[in-house]
């Protein structure tokens, strides 16, 4: 599955609370065909330009990561299990999920996870 993240970069969320999480109607539907469960993070995109190296973006996936439970948070939305990395900042708005597409291949958007 690709991901597409989209950040803002607006207001320093509070990191100690967990977030609220709103999942959009189609993004619902496709996450529960894929199990029910998303984990989101922060990740690492390379690039081949002096400005995009090594920098930290927002990334979901269907599943549940690999690491151990301590890592996340767990927030229930409308059924689906969301995995939150701790210590990603959030917006005071908090996060938002959509179903994007790309190529022709479905895939999930998230918004409000701060990267600076």
């Given at each position: 599955?690709?991901?597409?993240?989209?950040?803002?970069?607006?207001?320093?969320?509070?990191?100690?609370?967990?977030?609220?999480?709103?999942?959009?109607?189609?993004?619902?539907?496709?996450?529960?065909?894929?199990?029910?469960?998303?984990?989101?993070?922060?990740?690492?995109?390379?690039?081949?330009?002096?400005?995009?190296?090594?920098?930290?973006?927002?990334?979901?996936?269907?599943?549940?990561?690999r690491?151990?439970?301590?890592?996340?948070?767990?927030?229930?939305?409308?059924?689906?299990?969301?995995?939150?990395?701790?210590?990603?900042?959030?917006?005071?708005?908090?996060?938002?999920?959509s179903?994007?597409?790309?190529?022709?291949?479905?895939?999930?958007?998230?918004?409000?996870?701060?990267?600076?």
């Open positions: 599955m690709s991901v597409i993240a989209k950040s803002t970069h607006d207001v320093h969320g509070d990191s100690g609370n967990i977030p609220k999480v709103e999942i959009s109607e189609d993004a619902s539907g496709y996450i529960l065909d894929k199990g029910g469960i998303i984990t989101l993070m922060l990740g690492r995109a390379f690039g081949f330009s002096c400005c995009a190296d090594n920098v930290c973006e927002p990334v979901v996936f269907a599943g549940k990561s690491l151990p439970e301590i890592f996340y948070n767990e927030v229930l939305t409308n059924g689906i299990k969301v995995y939150i990395s701790k210590g990603v900042l959030v917006e005071p708005d908090g996060i938002k999920i179903l994007g597409n790309l190529r022709g291949v479905p895939t999930l958007e998230v918004e409000g996870i701060i990267t600076y």
